[in-house]
């Protein structure tokens, strides 16, 4: 069973910055493809960004230039920059990994952004 586990969410003010971490039980190499996603009161759960296992990226247009997901091989983690922040980025953010070869999809429990003054 594969566990994601994330961390680094909370409140900040507008304009402020937060560092989210998600922390994987296996290599993160086993995975076809990490990501983030967002889910808003009253929304659906939309996608963020995206890392593959060959390290390409993407990113919602809402937060292109703003947000950047990384990855730290040796410690099974990855990682959502998130900078200058605005309200509209308030939502609990999970952490989704999708295996090589089943394509079995796992998330994790969510942290809670909340962005306000």
């Known amino acids: 069973q594969v566990q994601l586990v994330e961390s680094g969410g909370g409140l900040v003010q507008p304009g402020g910055s937060l560092r989210l971490s998600c922390a994987a039980s296996?290599?993160?190499?086993?995975?076809?493809?990490m990501a983030w996603y967002r889910q808003a009161p009253g929304k659906e759960r939309e996608l963020v960004s995206i890392?593959?296992?060959?390290?390409?990226?993407k990113y919602a247009d809402s937060v292109k230039g703003r947000f950047t997901i990384s990855r730290d091989t040796g410690k099974n983690t990855v990682y959502l920059q998130m900078n200058s922040l605005k309200s509209e980025d308030t939502a609990v953010y999970y952490c989704?990994?999708?295996?090589?070869?089943?394509?079995?999809?796992?998330w994790g429990q969510g942290t809670q952004v909340t962005v306000s003054s």
């Open positions: 890392i593959t296992h060959v390290g390409s990226t």
């Open positions: 989704n990994g999708v295996m090589l070869g089943s394509g079995s999809a796992y």
């Open positions: 296996v290599s993160i190499f086993a995975m076809n493809a």
